[in-house]
């Protein structure tokens, strides 16, 4: 089966630029996870969404960033405007659902912010 | 609030010696835990995963992992390892519809 999509899978940006990631998930799978992962640290959750509508999105950084999941399927992470910290690598990840079932991940987008 | 650690950050250790990378967890309710791996230039893969039952799990490449309920723990074991074990473990609990990594442990094996 074919695994999880991501492009770009790297990108690099000025501070204060706008950048879109785009993620095309295992067919049939409800839930869609993006995880931002800095380098040394384990990934952490944005945002997850259960087909169309969030789940969680406690950490996402509201004044900038924004996720959206159109008809339950594709999904886009977007980061408005950039900041130096944002860098990092931005993974998603999408599971059947139930939280028992394993993630599956995409390869990543290698954010560098200058 | 729920946390993941992860003792170890850096682990070196020579082919055929015995690994044990420790992950404790705070959580009050019921979790689902997994190990995933990251081996060089490859995509996170689950290497074991607990739900439910028999607390100790096997995974793929003879990693076993045990789930103390007591220690909040869920130690990754294996008896022996080998130059292509080389990779980036995390430990990750899944409970209350969120999912928690730890900060992962960078396993280097000398041939």
């Known amino acids: 089966e074919a695994g999880v999509a991501q492009s770009p899978r790297y990108k690099i940006i000025e501070k204060r630029q706008s950048v879109a990631f785009w993620c095309n998930p295992i067919?049939?799978?409800?839930?869609l996870y993006w995880y931002q992962q800095i380098l040394g640290q384990g990934p952490k959750l944005l945002i997850q969404?259960?087909?169309?509508?969030?789940?969680?999105d406690s950490q996402l950084p509201k004044d900038r960033f924004s996720a959206e999941r159109l008809k339950g399927v594709d999904s886009t992470l977007k980061i408005q405007p950039a900041k130096l910290e944002d860098s990092a690598v931005y993974l998603c990840?999408?599971?059947?659902?139930?939280?028992?079932?394993?993630?599956?991940f995409g390869p990543g987008t290698r954010l560098t912010v200058l | 609030a729920q946390s993941v650690s992860q003792h170890n950050h850096h682990v070196i250790l020579s082919e055929a010696a015995s690994l044990e990378l420790g992950c404790n967890y705070s959580?009050?309710?019921?979790?689902?835990l997994f190990w995933y791996v990251q081996y060089p230039g490859q995509h996170l893969q689950l290497l074991l995963k607990?739900?439910?039952?028999?607390?100790l799990v096997k995974g793929i490449k003879g990693f076993e992992a045990e789930f103390i309920k007591s220690k909040f723990s869920f130690n990754l074991r294996k008896p022996s390892v080998q130059w292509s074990d080389t990779a980036e473990y995390f430990c990750?609990?899944?409970?209350?519809?969120?999912?928690?990594f730890g900060a992962g442990t960078r396993l280097f094996v000398k041939a």
């Open positions: 969404f259960q087909n169309n509508g969030v789940v969680d």
């Open positions: 990840a999408s599971s059947l659902l139930g939280e028992s079932n394993e993630q599956f």
């Open positions: 067919s049939g799978h409800a839930t």
């Open positions: 607990y739900f439910s039952g028999d607390p």
């Open positions: 959580y009050g309710g019921t979790v689902n």
């Open positions: 990750a609990v899944a409970g209350g519809f969120k999912t928690i």
